[in-house]
């Protein structure tokens, strides 16, 4: 979302971007995993779910979602008891969000950046297949603690300001468990559970943080549950066997996902969800001789709404449009 919303705004404003992305698709943690080979497939949305703004220029952006048909307003504000606001999700899944909003965009996936540099008047970006990509700027939105490990393995040292700011955000791991379903799951309307003090869990697993109804929420295809494991349990099993994990997570869940429905179960790890600690600024400018920017959702800036948990899609998009405000 940092790397997109950037691009945009400097496109928008007659620059020339260039993206790189090491997924095989855009779109980082706005991600959507197809489960089946069937038609239509099963698919699950295995990031973020689901997002709730908090500030008018981010509902400007997915009010203009929802009219070019890529988002729903999902949740009314009185349509569950744990909810308190609306949510937006993305109608073929979040991930197909993050695609329509690269397009025109000038994008290049399955390129792993792993070294960057200073040459004469700006810098060079390689990547792990070999291709070398030279910029006037250079903005890094991937999550801190990668930026620092890609800024080590260039052997690229920042001032010691520049390294604490990007030393002091931190990431929640979260494992999130897949499951394509038979029959719909018992997940009652609107099709999202949060456990809080007053939802009852009569359940056998209480590691959990969300538990999605990917058919409620409105990804068309046969149905589909994503239960988002809390961070306290997703670092106990982060290193676990992922598919014991899914079976024991869905045995306990049994009451919401009968087990005669389930068809296959698929577990993705996340070392970085949601940020931990965020840093109170929209992007790090670097000390460095040629523009050197680092954004994403670990930056939440001044506003104070954004340092309401979940805030991370809100903070990335911010991040990126205050970087590319920086460049103009
Ligand atoms: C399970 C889960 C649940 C979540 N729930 C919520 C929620 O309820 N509400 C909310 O607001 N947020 C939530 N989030 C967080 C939200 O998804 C993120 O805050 C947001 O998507 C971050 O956007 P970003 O652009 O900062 O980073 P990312 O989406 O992580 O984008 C970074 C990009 O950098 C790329 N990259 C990394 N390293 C390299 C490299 N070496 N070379 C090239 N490319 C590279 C990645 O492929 C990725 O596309 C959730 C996340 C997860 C995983």
Redesign the pocket.
Known sequence: ????TAARHLVQHGHTVTL????RG??????TRRMTDTDPPARAD???????PQTPEFQALLDQLVDEGVMTRWLPSDSADTITAPGYAGIDGMNAVAKHLSDGLTVYTS????RIGTRVAGWQVE?ESGNLYRVDNLLI???AP?ALS?LKRSGLTLSDIDQNVLQQVSYQP?I?VLASLNQTSQIPAPGVLIPTDGTAQPTGFDGWTMLIDNGQKGIPGPPTATI?LNAEDSQTYFDDDLTAVGQRVLTGLSHWIPAGSVELVQVHR?R????ATQVNNWYLKADTPFPLLF????FSGTQPCLLQW???????FW??RKMAEQLL
Do not use: I
């Open positions: 979302m940092a790397g997109l790189l992305d090491k997924g855009v779109g980082g943690r706005m991600a295995h990031g973020l779910p689901y997002v709730t390129e792993t950046v792993v990547t939105t991937m999550p990668q890609l979260c999130a988002l996340w970085f969800s949601l940020p954004g994403g959702d670990g979940p805030n991370g899609l809100e903070s990335a991040s990126g």
